[in-house]
Every structure is written in structure tokens, then in C-alpha cells.
């Protein structure tokens, strides 16, 4: 779910949604964020930024993450120096627990700010066979790659089947 505030909007949601934005960034006090800072596309889509690692990015504990007016202010563990930044922009992911910023003062600029996900095994299987069952009510999927000698199985609820052939072309 993203929830978004903007500088100067009148939409009804802006002032509670500023207000979920606040406290989760307060609640980043001692934690381990990525700080990360990207030249917006000309699509304005975030989509289409590519956020893997590049040599400025950071990783580092906040302290003191607060809101002041609108400004978010914030200091680097061990570091006395406050940094501040005010948006134009935010909008909070909270399923990824990611906020990216607009700063006011760079209009093309947008800064991700994330609490680092656990990072997924991935393995790409180019057409495994395929075996589907049902077992005790639930649907059971089978990919095996005979190449790389792999299999995975799959449990699936009826509902995230139906959400999964939704997505299948």
C-alpha cells in the first residue's frame, strides 16, 4: 500500500497521511536504513529507476528521525552533524517499508530512504516441467528443471490460484 502526501494538496487524505509518514519516520530511531539518491526519468516513474546498489548509496543507523513543519530531520549514529531535507513530495510503501522523498530545493531528484529487506533466493527455471494436484483441499504445484536438477513445490489456497491465474496471460 503506498500513501502519498504532497506539498500543498487539497486532497482529504493529505494531512492523516503526512501524519503515517511522521510516525514511521520516527520509528526508524537505531535502525539500519539504505539511503539512496536517483536523477527522476523524464517518465517521473519510479518504475523505471534502476535502485541497484551504485557507489554513493548508503547504509546507515538514524538517530533523531523527526518532523519538524514539514522538514524531516535526522543524524547519522555517532554523528552530531543534523542533516535535514523538505519535501515537495512523499510517498510511503508500506508493504516494502520504503519512503521516497522530493526534495523541495531538486525537482529532479528523489531519494529512497529503506529499511533493508531480506534478500530473496532466487533460482529461474526456462520451462520446467509442470505438474499440478490437489492435496487435502489445496492446490499443489510442481516445476522440475531436469537441466539443473532442481524442483519446487508449491502449495497454493484457492484464492491465491485464482490471484495467480489473474496474473498469467
Known sequence: MQVVWEYGSNHADNRNNFDT??????SLEGKEVTWQQRVLPTSRNLEDIDW???R?????????PQIRGITLYWQKTGDNQEKNTTPRKLILDTKKQ??????????????????????????QMNNPECEGSVVSGRYLLTLRDSEQLLEVKVTLEADALY?????LP
Open 56 to 64: 554513493f548509496d548508503e547504509t546507515l543507523v538514524l538517530a533523531q
Open 98 to 123: 520504503q519512503l521516497y522523498v522530493y526534495p523541495q530545493s531538486q525537482e529532479n531528484l528523489v531519494v529512497r530512504v529503506a529499511i533493508p529487506q531480506v534478500p530473496y533466493q532466487t533460482y
Open 52 to 54: 541497484e546498489r551504485q
Open 163 to 167: 490471484q495467480l491465474k489473474q496474473q
Open 21 to 26: 509518514i511522521r510516525q514511521w519516520w520516527q
